[in-house]
């Protein structure tokens, strides 16, 4: 009986601790400077925009071991996501390819709602940009998302009067998170 239950307390003890994911580190997620200041807290309740896209509804794309979101305003007009998730083996590069995939498979454009592919491998290797619409394609939020190591880095830019997104800051911050990942 003793046995059993030393058993039992050495897999639930620093062992058993030990094969837990450990989450995403705060170095790893886009930082007050990276934002021009602001500082990102919770994403909030409700947000309909997946931070870890998934085009094709009926074809599962490879899922992390562990991820964490946060959010800021970039001033008044922009809101910033960012999902950063980690894989294990190749599971990074996995889910970019089938991404890229899943958005020339399954994307939408002109006046449809959907993904909309705009560019691949803009920021290097492994990474795509391109926007979420809706509002029958009059407005979009923009994506980029990029694999780095056992990382993936999503990052959403929306706009809360005109409903588009500056590209142009949106891959800054992109390139901002993926220089954060390579780091870790």
Known sequence: MTAVILGLVSASGPAAAQQRPRGIPDRVMLQPDDLGGAVPGPVEDGLVWSLLPQPCADT?????????????DLGTRFRIYENVARYRGDGAHAYITELKAQLARCGVGGDEEGFDPVAEDHLGPDSVLFLGTYDEGDRYVGYVAAAVGHYVVVVMMSDSYLG?????????????????????
């Open 60 to 72: 599962p794309v490879p899922g992390p071991v562990v991820s964490r979101t946060q959010a800021a």
């Open 164 to 184: 588009t997104a500056d590209l142009t800051t949106l891959n800054g911050l992109a390139s901002a998170a993926r220089n954060r990942a390579a780091a870790a």
